[in-house]
């Protein structure tokens, strides 16, 4: 048995003690009540302790007046991706604030794919960085969101 903090009371809940089974299973009951990243067709690709990756396809109802996806969308999906890194060690998490820069229009048909990666974790706090490209790899957007840990898990009590 471990004698890290926090494993023995995991392991005893039932929860995998391994970082990035934990991550997984965070991830499926998260993304099993999500339903806005559902209604985006957002599919998580991957996810780890601090980590996450999804994509989305850029649909018509996504499309502003110029036929350009919608900044809006793009920034949900980030800030899902954002959402899925941050609770990825299974602590409930939630954005304290968050920013984004539109390098370059997204159109209808893109495959968006959305990965984040924490820059920073100290306390309750965390920096995390996402990055959006389309399927030719070209850079679509730059997210960061900040994020604050408060009390509960997301899987078990």
């Known amino acids: 048995m471990s004698s890290l ?4 009371a995991a392991a005893a809940a039932g929860l995998p ?5 934990l991550a997984e299973l965070t991830a499926r009951v998260m993304y099993e009540n999500d ?18 990756a999804m994509t989305m396809t850029v649909r018509p109802d996504m499309l502003n007046g ?3 996806c919608h900044g809006g969308f793009i920034f949900a999906l ?9 609770n990825a060690r299974n602590a409930v998490t939630v954005a304290s604030g968050a920013s984004i820069d539109f390098l370059a229009p997204a159109y209808e048909g893109d495959v968006l794919t959305a ?3 924490e820059s920073a974790l100290a306390g309750r706090t965390g920096l995390y960085d996402v990055e959006v490209v389309n399927q030719e790899g070209k850079r679509i957007a730059l997210f960061r969101g900040r994020s604050y840990r408060i009390k509960g898990q997301v899987v078990g009590a």
């Open 5 to 8: 903090p926090g494993r023995d």
């Open 66 to 68: 110029h036929k350009t």
């Open 78 to 86: 980030a800030d899902s991706t954002f959402a899925f890194a941050c």
């Open 17 to 21: 003690e391994d970082p990035q089974a």
């Open 115 to 117: 990965t984040a990666c």
């Open 35 to 52: 339903a806005a990243s559902k209604a985006l067709g957002a599919r998580i690709e991957s996810v780890g302790p601090g980590a996450s």
